[in-house]
């Protein structure tokens, strides 16, 4: 017998072992997240998808599916806590869109539309961020990492190589390159490496093709980011029941 | 004759002992400037300055960035013509990526992007900003003295004026995805192909955006010749002219040699290699304005300051590419006797000239073939240091960016067009305040112009706000001490009071 939970009310099927956003995102139901991704194991950083059940606040990302159980996404005051989280994260870096070769293809910038957020509500941080630009084919701009550990996590469990770490503590905290000189043209980092591909931010780029789509032509340009994301995990299923 | 720069307004003996008269903000002209006026007793002008009082700092903060952000980032220079600062750097960019020569379809539709750029900010200039002073008159009503009283007296020229920014807002829009601050030039060619309908699209108005601007010349000059006893002497004076042309000596707003001529239209230097154009131009600094005063290296900086924009490229081509545009260039030259057009009014038509070939020049590309070529991109031998300049709309821009091996750069430097311009307009305010303003009552009808010799050249003091002569302005009279006397102020609404 099939098993599924209601979200905001709407009856949700999952499979076992599925976790809430999981089992929406397959049901093409969309919870905001940001730091999630189909292909790495969760890491329940940027609380974004945040829901509540039985009144209290979980993370839908790691929280398994139960049957019968309601949660709670949809509302004002979630709505409220997930722009503050984005607010949060833009005045702890220093991102300026206009500029940034990732504007259009960033996720942090869709999110932020997506949630229509104003303004940044907090006073901005400006933290003092040390640029890479020593790879000979990626670069590395520390300004407008958000510490979600995407490349960490790709780094290590997709690419095999385990570059990144985040050091320090609070607003010091930054992305750590593992080479002999903490210098990212010293490291193993490949271009076509997934952590490079699934940084959500311009913060890892590959270099010399920046503004290449023109306006109009990049990815959120012509789908909105929630599509672009139930389509993303849709994929990603697909792929996994290909290769069994 | 020497080109003259009546320097003898420039700093008074005694500041101390003198009145100071604010005009603060200069209205209906990009960005934000003020002019200073010290007066004695006598309100006898012992001083006269253009501010510029922003400080950008774009030369800095670029540091550090990677090179292929610089069209990108450097654009936001300006809200009116960041296509220019995009294509200037974009060609600077070029010599980095060993791009030395574009595909044809690249540089062509480039060229239609900053036609686009020059026809609307031209539109914007002669119609929003400057035609409520000439054909209101430099003292008329000042609640009628603008875009909104030009509407209401000549509604049909007002439309035309709208509808021609219109026009090259949406070239622009088409080619870069956004009417201001858009994409399109990347290192090495440009991120888009051109389509039959984008063309069918711009195709259906050019011929009447080609009209309209063959009357806005004949108007230019008619308010040009209509008072030509004014408009030929306010705030004129003679100088050198410097802009790009073609190899043929012809007129061109996105490539070619610099030319610099003196006063009688003498050759000073010609076909020069712009990435050279460090051994020509240098620039000087002065403790009272945050915009720099360059001249020719040869001439010095007492006499080898110069003027850009329309009124120089006119001046200073041998002919126009398009038909129409060259017939408007013969009757203008006519005016300066075998010599240039001297006069800062001149520029207005000048302006209205380099729009008709703007909108010329884009009906000849909407019937090119090459425009719709797949061709985008070429690369070479990359190289450290690269230089672009192209004719903005407002004169001669320079972008020069060097890098190191991984990418970034480490140094920028640019002379935006207005800077090229400081030493003329600071010209042309002493001129008016001496001839106009000398020993008489200070009204806004009189403080106006000083506005208008500094609007005829269209500055971008900051390259980012304009507000349609809606800013308001406050004169403050203050005596020797300081101590206020008295004080003229026009709100926002163009109230007057004191």
Known sequence: ?244 | MTPTANLSLETARNPESLRRTVIEPITRVEGHGKVTLLMDEENRVKQARLHIVEFRGFEKFIQGRPYWEAPVMVQRLCGICPVSHHLAAAKAVDMLVGARRLTPTAEKLRRMLHYGQTLQSHALHFFHLASPDLLFGFDADVARRNIIGVIGAHPDLAVKGVKLRKYGQEVIRVLAGKRVHGIFAIPGGVNKAFTKADRDYLAQDIAQVVAWSLEAVDVARKLYEDNLDLHASFGAFRSNYLSLTTPEGAFDLYDGGLRARDDKGATIFDHVDYTHYLRYIHEEVKSWSYMKFPFIVSLGNDTGWYRVGPLARINNADRMPTPLAEGARKAFMAHGKGEPVHATMAYHWARMIEMLYAAEAIQALLEDPDVFGTDLLVKGEPALEGVGVLEAPRGTLFHHYRIDERDAIVKANLIVSTTNNNTAMNTAVREVAAKYLDGKTLTEGLLNHLEVAIRAYDPCLSCATHALGRMPLQVELRDAEGALVDQLIKDADGALRR
């Not at chain 1, 080479?179 to 890892?204: E, F, M």
Request: a negative charge.
């Open chain 1, 1 to 244: 017998m099939s098993k599924s939970f209601f979200l905001d009310g709407k009856e949700i099927p999952f499979k076992e072992g599925q976790t809430v956003l999981q089992a929406a995102l397959a049901a093409c139901h969309h919870i905001p997240h940001l730091c999630w991704r189909p292909q790495l194991e969760p890491h329940s950083s940027c609380r974004l998808c945040t829901v509540m059940i039985s009144g209290r606040p979980f993370s839908s990302c790691t929280q398994p599916a139960m049957d019968g159980q309601h949660v709670i996404s949809d509302t004002p005051e979630l709505l409220a806590l997930r722009r503050s989280v984005v607010q949060m994260i833009f005045v702890e870096g220093n991102h300026y869109c206009p500029s940034c070769e990732e504007s259009g293809n960033c996720r942090l910038q869709a999110t932020a539309y997506s949630l229509g957020l104003q303004d940044n509500h907090f006073p901005q941080q400006f933290p003092k961020r040390e640029r890479d630009s020593s790879h000979p084919d990626v670069n590395l701009d520390r300004d407008r990492c958000i510490r979600c550990e995407t490349c960490v996590r790709a780094s290590r469990d997709l690419d095999g190589k385990n570059v990144f770490g985040i050091h320090g503590r609070g607003i010091k905290s930054h992305l750590a390159v593992n080479s002999p000189t903490g210098k990212l043209g010293d490291s193993d980092l490949d271009a076509q490496d997934q952590a490079v591909a699934l940084c959500p931010t311009g913060c890892l780029t590959v270099k010399r093709v920046g503004f290449s789509v023109p306006i109009g032509e990049r990815i959120y340009d012509k789908e909105p980011l929630e599509q672009v994301q139930i389509r993303e995990f849709q994929d990603f299923q697909a792929q996994e029941a290909h290769h069994g």
